[in-house]
């Protein structure tokens, strides 16, 4: 059960009244995690910064019709899933994107798997359904709860569901062929 | 991999680019956002309808006269401004503008929004230009602060002005002593200084050591730059292999992968080769055999 905060809708009211110092504050609390979904999603920083852009002007203007009845972190989710979407649909992701993946790994070589593994990980999710591989990152790469990536998705939980699961078997399959993508499965 | 999850760790934005994204979606807002809009309602739909005819009249009163959200235009020199929100907007003069106990004297061709009172502390705003602004000792009050960018400078009681050219934000101090927040670095810039301080003029001196080159920055450049720029990526990539340091193996590897994508089959396999008789166990070998097998 999603418990709505009330100081959430005051926030969400100011913003609506264009409030410029209730639209940065929303914008400081939430920046880092619309980043972390977006990024999660496609793996790559590289059009990160227009996305950014649009994903807050998607939640900004949509605020006028946040009806409280969920936290506005998931309100917010469902506009950055959607920027996402549209993104996904409407461009060929290129396989290189995913060179600027971080890692905390210490050594040389294990930076090294480490990228290469999310390399290969992208190129597969490059090739799922944008609905699959949306419930999929969400789910099992940013560890969102079935309930909230249906709620993100506008999707009931037994589709969301189905979704991660096709997914997964899409990738297992992949994996199966590309000992890397394996290797790096399992190691994470 | 049944349920398990999978580990990407996010890398983060520079400060620069977080910069780009606030100015593009602040420029963008007031258009976007201004105009009739319907306000979030936390009340089923009857309770709304009841309560509609009620907040006529409280609309009229509480937005009417006190202008909450349109800019607040500034006929004279001197105005003061009732505290609770303003947004100040000036053209090509300055304007004076009383908030609270304080004095704000706004620089022309600037924009800011205040909010508060002295009872609750108050919050200015800077989105462009510049402001001076004298603050009567608070009394243990809350502080009056100031946010330009990613700048925030917080005030006790004392004279200052901060100005504001995008991300470039200056401070300067005439009495008193205001704390400056940017990031993690917190400082405190006392009377007749200035934030940032000029950087000293730097000193040649024969024996300066040669600037230190991080080829993993070098290296995530020409990642990002190869289907931009693949002649500045291979540049880049040979640099970084050719120096030999720790990310000499995987630029040699990246040199010769690029070189076969863009066609150069005889180059490529020759730096694929040459990758696996400098690094047979490296952490690319099975891709560089890979790639020379197809």
Same mark, same amino acid.
């Given at each position: 059960?999603?418990?709505?905060?009330?100081?959430?809708?005051?926030?969400?009211?100011?913003?609506?009244?264009?409030? @410029?110092?209730?639209?940065?504050? &929303?914008?400081?609390?939430?920046?880092?995690?619309?980043?972390?979904? &977006?990024?999660?999603?496609?793996?790559?920083?590289?059009?990160?910064?227009?996305?950014?852009?649009?994903?807050?002007?998607?939640?900004?203007?949509?605020?006028?019709?946040? @009806?409280?009845?969920?936290?506005?972190?998931?309100?917010?989710?469902?506009?950055?899933?959607?920027?996402?979407?549209?993104?996904?649909?409407?461009?060929?992701?290129?396989?290189?994107?995913?060179?600027?993946?971080?890692?905390?790994?210490?050594?040389?070589?294990?930076?090294?798997?480490?990228?290469?593994?999310?390399?290969?990980?992208?190129?597969?999710?490059?090739?799922?359904?944008?609905?699959?591989?949306?419930?999929?990152?969400?789910?099992?790469?940013?560890?969102?709860?079935?309930?909230?990536?249906?709620?993100?998705?506008?999707?009931?939980?037994?589709?969301?569901?189905? @979704?991660?699961?096709?997914?997964?078997?899409?990738?297992?399959? @992949?994996?199966?062929?590309?000992?890397?993508?394996?290797?790096?499965?399992?190691?994470? | 991999?049944?349920?398990?999850?999978?580990?990407?760790?996010?890398?983060?934005?520079?400060?620069?680019?977080?910069?780009?994204?606030?100015?593009?979606?602040?420029?963008?807002?007031?258009?976007?956002?201004?105009?009739?809009?319907?306000?979030?309602?936390?009340?089923?739909?009857?309770?709304?309808?009841?309560?509609?005819?009620?907040?006529?009249?409280?609309?009229?009163?509480?937005?009417?006269?006190?202008?909450?959200?349109?800019?607040?235009?500034?006929?004279?020199?001197?105005?003061?401004?009732?505290?609770?929100?303003?947004?100040?907007?000036?053209?090509?003069?300055?304007?004076?503008? %009383?908030?609270?106990?304080?004095?704000?004297?706004?620089?022309?061709? %600037?924009?800011?929004?205040?909010?508060? /009172?002295?009872?609750?502390?108050?919050?200015?705003?800077?989105?462009?230009?510049?402001?001076?602004?004298?603050?009567?000792?608070?009394?243990?009050?809350?502080?009056?602060?100031?946010?330009?960018?990613?700048?925030? =400078?917080? =005030?006790?009681?004392?004279?200052?002005?901060?100005?504001?050219?995008?991300? /470039?934000?200056? =401070?300067? =101090?005439?009495?008193?002593?205001?704390?400056?927040? #940017?990031?993690?670095?917190?400082? /405190?810039?006392?009377?007749?200084?200035?934030?940032?301080?000029?950087?000293?003029?730097?000193?040649?001196?024969?024996?300066?050591?040669?600037?230190?080159?991080?080829?993993?920055?070098?290296?995530?450049?020409?990642?990002?730059?190869?289907?931009?720029?693949? /002649?500045?990526?291979?540049?880049?990539?040979?640099?970084?292999?050719?120096?030999?340091?720790?990310?000499?193996?995987?630029?040699?590897?990246?040199?010769?992968?690029?070189?076969?994508?863009?066609?150069?089959?005889? #180059?490529?396999?020759?730096?694929?080769?040459?990758?696996?008789?400098?690094?047979?166990?490296?952490? #690319?070998?099975?891709?560089?055999?890979?790639?020379?097998?197809?």
């Amino acid at each position: 059960m999603l418990r709505v905060v009330p100081d959430d809708l005051d926030l969400a009211e100011r913003c609506v009244r264009g409030d @410029r110092v209730a639209q940065r504050q &929303l914008f400081e609390r939430e920046k880092r995690r619309v980043h972390a979904i &977006l990024y999660r999603l496609l793996g790559t920083n590289g059009p990160m910064e227009d996305l950014l852009q649009e994903a807050f002007l998607e939640i900004f203007r949509s605020l006028g019709s946040y @009806r409280g009845e969920a936290a506005i972190g998931t309100w917010i989710d469902r506009c950055t899933v959607r920027v996402a979407y549209r993104w996904l649909r409407s461009r060929r992701v290129f396989l290189e994107l995913a060179h600027d993946v971080a890692s905390t790994e210490p050594s040389v070589e294990r930076k090294a798997f480490a990228r290469e593994g999310v390399r290969r990980l992208y190129e597969a999710l490059n090739q799922l359904d944008a609905k699959q591989r949306i419930a999929f990152c969400l789910h099992v790469i940013d560890g969102m709860p079935v309930a909230r990536v249906a709620a993100s998705m506008d999707a009931t939980v037994v589709a969301t569901k189905v @979704r991660i699961f096709r997914a997964r078997r899409a990738l297992e399959l @992949r994996a199966a062929k590309d000992p890397v993508l394996e290797d790096f499965m399992e190691a994470t | 991999m049944s349920d398990e999850k999978i580990r990407v760790d996010v890398p983060s934005l520079p400060e620069s680019t977080w910069q780009r994204v606030e100015k593009g979606v602040f420029e963008r807002l007031p258009a976007e956002v201004e105009g009739p809009r319907a306000v979030p309602s936390r009340l089923p739909i009857w309770i709304a309808a009841a309560a509609a005819i009620g907040l006529v009249g409280i609309c009229a009163f509480v937005w009417w006269p006190r202008h909450t959200t349109a800019p607040i235009a500034l006929p004279s020199p001197s105005t003061t401004v009732p505290a609770s929100t303003s947004h100040v907007v000036t053209t090509d003069a300055p304007a004076s503008v %009383s908030f609270g106990e304080s004095s704000l004297d706004v620089g022309p061709a %600037s924009e800011l929004v205040a909010t508060g /009172d002295d009872g609750r502390g108050v919050l200015v705003v800077l989105e462009r230009g510049s402001v001076k602004l004298h603050v009567p000792p608070r009394a243990g009050r809350p502080p009056l602060g100031v946010q330009a960018g990613n700048v925030r =400078v917080q =005030v006790i009681g004392t004279r200052f002005s901060v100005e504001r050219n995008g991300s /470039d934000v200056r =401070v300067h =101090v005439d009495d008193g002593t205001v704390r400056v927040t #940017n990031g993690a670095d917190v400082v /405190d810039v006392h009377a007749s200084e200035d934030w940032p301080v000029a950087p000293p003029v730097p000193t040649v001196t024969h024996s300066a050591l040669p600037p230190k080159i991080d080829d993993e920055a070098l290296f995530e450049r020409a990642a990002r730059s190869e289907r931009t720029d693949p /002649d500045g990526a291979l540049q880049l990539y040979e640099g970084i292999a050719t120096r030999g340091g720790a990310w000499a193996p995987n630029a040699l590897f990246a040199e010769g992968r690029l070189e076969l994508d863009r066609g150069h089959t005889a #180059n490529g396999r020759r730096l694929l080769e040459l990758y696996l008789k400098r690094y047979p166990r490296g952490a #690319n070998a099975a891709d560089a055999k890979s790639l020379l097998e197809k």
